[in-house]
């Protein structure tokens, strides 16, 4: 009993440390593609959007080489869990997401954003009522637990959008979503990333759409490529431009995640994510 609970101990540690890892890195560092994609729209803009973009650069180089959050909006803490049915989880999960946003909020440091819901008052911690956000996938047979993290700023979650269309209305998908971003118009920060769910239900959809964030953008084939690539070509149509000063790089991609839905519904979320796309992945095995 006594190894046994050992173990458990040891894995509830390693837990909350490679979530308090995921979370420090995705809070100072965005992926290689959002570098990319900037560096290739400055280039294609005019001189006062490409120093936007010149100065958003630099502020994700700064960001990385001193270990300092990219925005003073450090986010609602959202993760991604996919938990292999040989992993054996057999310690408070929750507590250990708690217990490392905890010691990532003073050790980072994090702005504490978390607050009850009515009297606005703040944890202190970013620590909150089935906050963090815990996203769950079993995955059959694996023995690994892979941790994403998705600190989320409320600058674009607040211009996000969900509606829940008819079936007919699946080849006005694109209208609804560029009219959403043209009315956002700035103030989710742009240049932006597009998060699409398609499908499910009305709240699985934004669960998609969430999780559409995660990944690379423009990387689908087929019918919902297409769609991807038609979405950002209207949207750069806008002329919002980076920070909403104007120009053509209003989006820096476009990601949909789809499932399948009930015959009389089509339910649609978009969730909008401005350039700082923190995400970071750990992987623990036994």
């Not at 211009?159 to 560029?178: A, T």
Request: glycine letters at 8%; hydrophobic letters at 35%; a negative charge.
């Amino acid at each position: 009993m006594e190894k046994e609970n050992q173990r458990c101990e040891t894995l509830y540690k390693r837990v909350v440390n490679a979530a308090k890892e995921a979370i420090k890195e995705a809070e100072t560092s965005v992926p290689s593609w959002v570098k990319s994609k900037i560096k290739k729209s400055i280039d294609e803009e005019k001189e006062v959007a490409s120093n936007q973009l010149n100065n958003i650069l630099k502020n994700i180089n700064i960001a990385s080489e001193k270990n300092k959050p990219l925005c003073q909006d450090t986010g609602i803490p959202i993760f991604f869990l996919r938990i292999g049915t040989e992993f054996p989880v057999n310690f408070p999960l929750r507590s250990a997401f708690e217990d490392a946003m905890e010691l990532a909020t003073e050790e980072i440091p994090l702005r504490p954003s978390i607050v009850n819901p009515f009297n606005r008052k703040n944890s202190g911690n970013n620590v909150g009522d089935k906050v963090p956000i815990l996203n769950t996938e079993i995955v059959e047979g694996s023995n690994s637990f892979e941790i994403t993290a998705f600190p989320k700023g409320a600058g674009s979650e607040n211009l996000s959008k969900q509606w829940m269309l008819l079936p007919d209305e699946v080849n006005d998908i694109d209208s609804y979503i560029v009219d959403a971003v043209d009315k956002a118009g700035g103030k989710p920060c742009p240049p932006l990333i597009l998060g699409i769910g398609i499908g499910g239900s009305f709240d699985y959809s934004t669960n998609l759409a969430k999780k559409a964030l995660i990944g690379e953008p423009n990387t689908s084939d087929g019918c919902i490529g297409s769609l991807e690539d038609q979405i950002l070509a209207k949207v750069n149509s806008l002329g919002i431009g980076p920070m909403g000063i104007g120009g053509k790089t209003t989006c820096l991609g476009v990601s949909i995640e789809t499932a399948s839905c009930h015959t009389a519904s089509l339910p649609v979320a978009l969730n909008i994510q401005c350039w700082a796309s923190r995400t970071a992945t750990k992987v623990l095995e036994v």
